[in-house]
């Protein structure tokens, strides 16, 4: 018998007490169909990579990231091919996680009706209300809230299905004939000012080694045009921009990709959150074209302890050896 929406949710249940963390402990379980029909289901909780727990340690901010990776993130970066699967979680999604669930076409988010009970700040609870859902609702993702014991589903956010959803970039795939350093050379002459992220891998549907690239752009649903005014005004914390480097972890898992981590390559120094999710990706060396470039100044106190933690590598194209 098929896991229901209710068993799935119970997983992440089951597995929430196991997360380390002090005060917010969240778990979430990933159901998908891989490239070849087969059902998967993964789940995780949020967790620190060991890499950052040994050397750096949970409580040291690493630029203006903490040390964790949420839960459906976590997710994300483990599950096969999130191409239209759903995600069940304990807790309200934070508008990061919720671009990450967008970029990743996961169609379905389901919150345990428990987590909008727990005391949690109501900055976060605004949060949610106001920039998860609208994420939510420009990528086309359903939201509901589930309860277990009832075994009952109720929508939060219903949207048409198959409505279509602008995006903006698109993310590329090219078959990568030459080599890397040839194929990033060609790539910097192509994009000049937009910020992107390339990484070569092998694309399991097709069998075949590919160069996925990812430029930066306003979050699925979002335009430029129609939007300037929300993506102008960043809401706190958080922006309606999808790094590069995100959007290639997010796209990888969603087409089924699995990277190779000796060819990954972004055009600046990445965000410190972003650089937090190549190790939660277990990636330890980027390449990258400009160092002296960046979104914010955290990024540059992120790559510095990193790279003096011997967590991340960041190595100039020059460097680059095929
Ligand atoms: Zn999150």
Redesign the pocket.
């Known amino acids: 018998m098929h896991p229901t929406p209710f068993d799935h949710m119970q997983r992440a249940v089951d597995v929430v007490n196991n997360s380390e963390h002090p005060q917010n402990k969240i778990a979430a379980t990933i159901a998908g169909e891989d490239f070849d029909g087969s059902h998967y289901s993964v789940v995780h909780t949020n967790f620190w990579p060991e890499i950052i727990k040994g050397r750096i340690g949970p409580d040291t901010r690493i630029g203006n990231a903490s040390g964790t990776i949420?839960a459906?993130?976590a997710c994300i970066l483990k599950s096969p091919c999130t191409e239209g699967a759903s995600i069940f979680v304990t807790d309200p999604?934070?508008p990061?996680?919720a671009k990450n669930i967008a970029e990743a076409g996961i169609r379905n988010v389901y919150i345990d009706h428990k987590g909008f009970e727990k005391d949690f700040l109501t900055r976060r609870r605004e949060f949610f209300e106001h920039m998860s859902l609208a994420i939510c609702e420009k990528a086309g993702i359903n939201v509901y809230e589930i309860r277990r014991r009832e075994e009952r589903i109720t929508p939060i956010l219903e949207t048409a299905a198959n409505r279509a959803v602008h995006i903006e970039t698109p993310v590329e795939l090219q078959e990568a004939h030459s080599s890397f350093v040839d194929f990033i050379a060609k790539q910097e002459r192509l994009r000049e000012d937009t910020p992107f992220a390339i990484g070569f891998g092998h694309e399991r549907a097709k069998d075949r080694t590919i160069a996925l690239i990812a430029p930066t752009h306003p979050v699925a649903g979002l335009s430029s045009r129609l939007d300037s005014d929300l993506l102008a005004r960043p809401d706190g914390k958080y922006s309606y921009i999808m790094e590069p480097v995100n959007r290639l972890l997010m796209n990888a898992a969603r087409l089924g990709i699995r990277l190779d981590h000796n060819h990954l390559y972004s055009s600046r120094l990445p965000t410190a959150r972003e650089q937090v999710n190549l190790i939660g990706a277990d990636v330890h060396r980027l390449h990258v074209g400009n160092l002296h470039d960046a979104r914010d100044l955290s990024a540059y106190e992120a790559m510095r302890l990193l790279e003096s933690k011997r967590v991340l590598a960041f190595e100039a194209l020059e460097d680059v050896t095929t």
């Open positions: 949420h459906e993130t999604i934070c990061n996680c």
